[in-house]
């Protein structure tokens, strides 16, 4: 960008709720403190990098992305496959906190970033109902018609999946203050149709 001779417009950085960190009930907001944590500290460190085009009068968004819930991609694959593996269940404790986003709203949400000026800084990316971990997988296994009751322990997540794991286990209660109050419309709004769109199992 500092080697453009007509420099863009708008950066729009794609980040994560990660950046957050463990924070149990607390609500979280786009001017909340970065928490700690393997994926708070990637966050910190991306966004601080991608701020660096503010220095070239660029506007610089930073989209903070909830779990990513698609037909071919993101989590969903993954879930259901272990759902009709008889293996799905509560991750850790389920009493956590997950902020998730239907894979064509994100995609909504980038163009919105780039076509409202008004918009810069954070910008939480994800669903306005954030869910508990054990009310997501008992969604999704109602709708695959599978039961949700294999428990997978915190440990054996940390063991298989190292610091990655915080994403699976960490209390991230997100609030995307900054899209509702710009007027931003989400199709999929409310986890029962999400889930029932990506698990559609004639698709």
């Known amino acids: 960008m500092k080697q453009c001779e ?27 403190s970065f928490g700690s944590g393997f994926l708070a500290e990637v966050s910190r460190v991306w966004e601080s990098a991608a701020m660096e085009a503010e220095e070239l009068g660029i506007r610089v968004v930073r989209g903070r992305i909830g779990m990513v819930l698609g ?14 593996m008889g293996l799905g269940g ?6 956590q906190w997950l902020p998730w986003v239907h894979i064509e709203d994100v995609a ?6 780039v076509e409202q000026e008004k918009l810069r800084g954070a910008v939480n990316f994800c669903s306005p109902n954030p869910v508990r ?13 599978r039961p949700a009751i294999v428990w997978a322990p915190a440990p054996v997540l940390k063991l298989a999946l190292g610091g ?14 900054v899209l509702k109050t710009s007027g931003f419309e989400w199709r999929y709004g409310e986890l029962q149709d999400a889930i029932q769109d990506v698990m559609d199992q004639k698709t």
Request: zero cysteines.
């Open 71 to 84: 037909k071919d991609g993101g989590a969903a694959p993954l879930l259901r496959l272990l759902f009709r």
């Open 164 to 177: 990655m794991a915080e994403m699976l286990l960490f209390s991230e209660r997100v609030d995307p203050v």
């Open 6 to 32: 007509d420099p863009p417009q708008v950066f729009v950085s794609a980040s994560g709720t990660g950046y957050y960190g463990d924070r149990g009930d607390e609500i979280l907001k786009e001017e909340s």
């Open 108 to 113: 909504k949400m980038f163009l919105y970033a």
């Open 133 to 145: 971990n054990s009310d997501f997988t008992k969604v999704i296994g109602r709708q695959v018609r």
């Open 90 to 95: 509560p991750l850790g404790s389920g009493k």
